[in-house]
């Protein structure tokens, strides 16, 4: 199946029966199997016209954010306008179906209020890991401002639940997208080889896998050498075993240790 008259696709979330396509500020669901186009949702007046419009299904495949504006795809209408607060980013539902993430700014669902604002957000493409606790972000586009800069090559983790941060991962590379498998033990990264100014057409891309919450083997190393001096030395408190153990907790969680690399042609 070819879709030209999209430049972003996505599967149902619940059943791979539908295809959800983007182009601009309309989203098109089509058949999965024959192609076929199936509705429209464009709405010129209540477009928030985001120059990175990704349309997406939520949990149920009922409801379809794009551009801004929430969907009933049954009734192909829509619901609900969500204020813009950025130029940029449609937003993406929460697997609890309650919620909405767009940009740096989280919407209640049934009330359609602001619940919270995660400036750590600002400018990121959200992705969560299979069970739904955990998100990442990455902003996936270059930005003029120098603090989305920053993290081009960086990507966050989050708690799900209220959003805290987990942890920042620096792949020393541009990131073009991710995702977790659903088994959340791997993470697969598109990255870029080029400089920051390069194009992906004019440098070299690759996707590399990685295996979540394992510790780098030269950081392996090291806590071998850390074990060997406590033995040596027994004269910690239970207090200090204690603070090391959260410390180790935290620097777990922050690791990931590539096993795989993939050149994209």
């Known amino acids: 199946l070819t879709f030209d008259d999209d430049y972003y696709v996505e599967f149902g979330k619940q059943s791979l029966d539908r295809v959800l396509g983007t182009r601009h500020e309309t989203a098109h669901i089509y058949d999965a199997t024959t192609g076929?186009?199936?509705s429209t949702l464009r709405d010129a007046d209540l477009s928030n016209h985001y120059t990175r419009n990704r349309a997406t299904f939520n949990p149920t495949d009922e409801?379809?954010?794009s551009d801004g504006v929430l969907w009933d795809v049954r009734a192909v209408s829509p619901l609900h306008k969500f204020d813009k607060f950025?130029?940029?980013?449609?937003?993406?539902f929460h697997p609890n179906g309650l919620e909405v993430i767009s940009n740096s700014e989280v919407w209640d669902l049934r009330t359609f209020r602001l619940l919270h604002t995660v400036p750590a957000l600002d400018q990121c493409q959200v992705t969560f890991n299979g069970a739904g606790d955990v998100l990442y972000g990455a902003v996936l586009t270059e930005d003029d401002d120098d603090s989305a800069r920053l993290f081009s090559s960086s990507f966050r983790t989050f708690h799900a639940s209220d959003y805290s941060s987990i942890a920042t991962i620096d792949i020393k590379r541009n990131i073009y997208d991710l995702k977790p498998d659903e088994s959340d033990y791997f993470l697969a990264v598109?990255?870029?080889q080029g400089t920051r100014d390069a194009t992906m057409s004019s440098s070299e891309s690759i996707c590399r896998l990685?295996?979540?919450?394992?510790?780098?083997?030269e950081d392996d190393d090291e806590d071998a050498d850390d074990d060997e001096s406590d033995n040596m030395g027994e004269e910690d408190t239970d207090e200090d075993d204690d603070d090391d153990s959260g410390d180790d907790d935290d620097e777990d969680s922050s690791l990931i240790q590539l096993v795989a690399e993939v050149t994209l042609l």
């Open 190 to 192: 598109v990255e870029n």
């Open 36 to 38: 076929a186009l199936l």
């Open 63 to 65: 409801l379809v954010l």
């Open 210 to 217: 990685y295996e979540v919450g394992r510790q780098r083997e």
């Open 86 to 92: 950025n130029p940029h980013v449609n937003g993406v």
